[in-house]
């Protein structure tokens, strides 16, 4: 037992010697890669149209909100108060549609794309309109509404819907004028 003990140490030390000798190696890798996605995210990022940077930079912001808690209560264990985030039940939704638009209409634009965006927007304010109307079977069922307060990132996330869908909107239109004009 203390031979394959003994063994085992010895072959973890020489796993971390030459796992040190790679990372230099490593890092230099990851550092390339990352320029170069780096530069070309920026290359792509020069070419789009003002209100596409506008409308990418919410769609972002959608995204991160979507995915941060929305709410907050507190709870009592043996005297001791903590404060408790949670996200709401149907959070998949917000988050699935969020991280699809982001990358539809961030990086890859078609014709069906503008309907997509719009009625999958129009799905997350309809849930958030249902979540309001019945918080419980929406965004939380056991806790007491009554204990729970409503945190800034919900907020933020609804402004961030709403400009997103503003200049959705507003990035389809000008992208429609610019065609018309090219033809």
């Not at 039940?89 to 990086?107: D, M, P, R, V, Y």
Request: with cysteine; charged share 15%; net charge positive.
């Amino acid at each position: 037992m203390t031979n394959t003990i003994l063994n085992l140490a010895s072959e973890i030390i020489v796993f971390l010697k030459e796992s040190l000798k790679l990372f230099p190696e490593l890092l230099k890798a990851w550092w390339y890669l990352g320029n170069k996605i780096f530069i070309s995210l920026y290359q792509y990022w020069k070419t789009k149209l003002f209100f596409d940077k506008i409308f990418f930079i919410f769609l972002f912001l959608q995204l991160l909100f979507s995915v941060l808690p929305w709410f907050h209560y507190d709870i009592v264990f043996f005297e001791t108060k903590e404060s408790v985030s949670i996200s709401p039940k149907l959070n998949s939704i917000f988050i699935l549609i969020s991280l699809l638009n982001f990358f539809f209409l961030g990086f890859w634009k078609a014709t069906w794309t503008r309907l997509w965006f719009f009625a999958t927007e129009m799905i997350c304010v309809i849930t958030i309109l249902w979540g309001y109307l019945e918080p419980k079977r929406t965004y939380y069922d056991f806790v007491n509404p009554k204990e729970i307060s409503t945190q800034i990132t919900f907020y933020l996330f609804l402004i961030s819907l709403g400009f997103s869908f503003v200049f959705g909107y507003l990035s389809f239109k000008k992208e429609d004028e610019v065609y018309l004009l090219s033809r």
